[in-house]
């Protein structure tokens, strides 16, 4: 009865180690993909996949559905705790790149998807009332 005690109370001391989140050392964490302005300044809507890879690297994440979408995303924790995340979509058709979703700004959240935009000749057959009936 007495060991069952002594490794029950051992057990949950060593769970309580978790709670307790800067006294033990944990070493800053990149993960990902790291993709600078650079390579995005010269990413353009129209190249090829290869060309992509050329200027990006090989993305973290490949659609296994999907061949036309490759996202590269890029973690760095410090000391356990998330400073930044990012996240670069691209979205290819026939192998020709033709839409590019970036959220690489530096963030402590998690990231979140931007709210669609509503596409320019949506904008133009709105009604001119604000939509009242």
């Given at each position: ?23 033990i050392y944990?070493i ?33 994440i ?5 061949d ?7 973690l ?23 839409n ?23 904008e133009?057959?709105?009604p ?6």
């Open positions: 009865m007495v060991a069952k005690f002594t490794v029950l109370l051992t057990f949950l001391l060593l769970a309580n180690c978790s709670y307790l989140p800067h006294v944990r800053d964490v990149q993960q990902g993909n790291v993709v600078t302005d650079e390579m995005l300044e010269k990413l353009k809507p129209g190249m090829t996949k290869s060309q992509v890879l050329f200027v990006l690297g090989s993305p973290l490949i659609d296994a559905f999907r036309n979408r490759w996202d590269y995303v890029y760095f924790r410090k000391k356990g705790d998330l400073v930044e995340q990012k996240r670069l979509t691209l979205f290819f058709d026939n192998d020709i790149l033709i590019i979703e970036d959220y690489m700004n530096f963030s402590k959240d998690n990231a979140k998807q931007k709210p669609a935009e509503t596409p320019p000749e949506k133009e057959n709105a001119e009332n604000g939509g009242q009936k």
